[in-house]
């Protein structure tokens, strides 16, 4: 149980364009959803946190505009890099938790997508 | 907001040997602490996890202790194989701050 999956796995774009990332929970409902950015040889540092039908919090730092956020159901949230440039090139990484727990689930414990993989020329 | 600070940045050991990597944090509300291993390219892997009324916990070669007093917790690793190399990350959480503060991250190689 608790499978999150994160599409696509790899993009490359040109700089200027945007991109969507899907991160989806498939056997659990998902109130929180959080995404995350890695750089290579670092550490993640968290870009925002989303819960289900509001708008995501941000963390300092974040571009709101530029990193829009979607958490429509229970099970999808997306990422959107707009007007991407070679700097946002980095692991995009979402994790899903339960506020519900459940007979699998942990209140507090987080369960990570695979990571797409963004390059922007 | 919550700090977590991670020692070493690398290990290395022989096989057979033990591991141990530190972390310290500075929210005093922080009371859930997971330990994560991601290889290259690859998603953090929940290895084990201790939330803040505990003082220790064990999962075969594998433990973890978390000091609240002191604010730090530590892995502890016995019995090292060439499998366990990768990299080990750190982080807490708090009931109010749900998402995940991660440690610097320790690269750990292991010398068979």
């Known amino acids: 149980g608790a499978v999150v999956s994160q599409h696509p796995s790899r993009v490359i774009c040109k700089s200027g364009t945007s991109v969507k990332i899907e991160c989806r929970s498939l056997?659990?409902?998902?109130?929180?959803m959080f995404w995350y950015r890695q750089f290579p040889k670092q550490s993640l540092m968290l870009m925002a946190t989303?819960?289900?039908?509001?708008?995501?919090?941000?963390e300092q730092g974040v571009e709101k505009d530029k990193f829009l956020i979607n958490h429509a159901s229970l099970t999808l949230s997306t990422l959107t890099v707009t007007s991407a440039h070679p700097e946002d090139s980095s692991f995009y990484i979402c994790s899903a938790s339960s506020r519900a727990g459940g007979s699998f689930l942990s209140y507090n414990e987080q369960f990570f997508g695979p990571g797409t993989r963004l390059t922007v020329l | 907001g919550e700090n977590v600070e991670q020692h070493p940045s690398t290990l290395s050991v022989q096989e057979g040997d033990s591991a141990v990597i530190k972390c310290t944090y500075s929210d005093s509300a922080s009371n859930y602490f997971p330990w994560y291993k991601q290889e290259l390219g690859k998603r953090p892997q929940l290895i084990i996890d201790i939330r803040s009324n505990v003082g220790e916990k064990k999962d075969q070669r594998i433990a973890v202790t978390l000091n609240k007093t002191a604010k730090h917790f530590s892995l502890h690793i016995t019995e090292t194989q060439p499998e366990d190399s990768a990299v080990y990350f750190c982080a807490a959480s708090s009931p109010g701050r749900r998402a995940l503060t991660f440690g610097s991250g320790t690269r750990l190689q292991v010398q068979p």
């Open positions: 056997d659990f409902q998902a109130t929180t």
């Open positions: 989303s819960n289900e039908g509001s708008k995501a919090t941000y």
